[in-house]
């Protein structure tokens, strides 16, 4: 089996809450790369990390599902519309410490997350509707 075959079996399997824990751990991995690139002038690097942290918030917001979530998704949505502004922002200023802003702002999302107990794994503000397409978490 392929690393990418392996990949997508791993992600169909597994519980929606891990799910948006990876999906926020890449988002961090990927703010911190940006913010790196930025500082060392490497901006094609720099832009495919924002790029990556858009799609993915892109993607939450695509399968929120409003009816099931509630005020919960509601709010959720305004947080990813904002962390897509200043990712979009950081990007085009070239601001590594905005891009540490997002990051800072996405670790408490994650922490929230994992603390979802294994019992309620399964239970998420999530649609499971894809609008986009199957997102590439791997940096």
Known sequence: MSATAYRTAEIDTISPRDLLVRLFECMER??????????QRQYEVSTRACRRIRDILFELQAT??????GEIATRLEDIYRFLVKEVVDAEGRKDAARLRQVKAVLSPLREGWQGIPDKEAYTTSLSGASKFGRLNIST
């Open 30 to 39: 990927s703010a911190e790369e940006g913010a790196v690139a930025i500082q």
């Open 64 to 69: 929120l599902n409003h009816e099931a979530g």
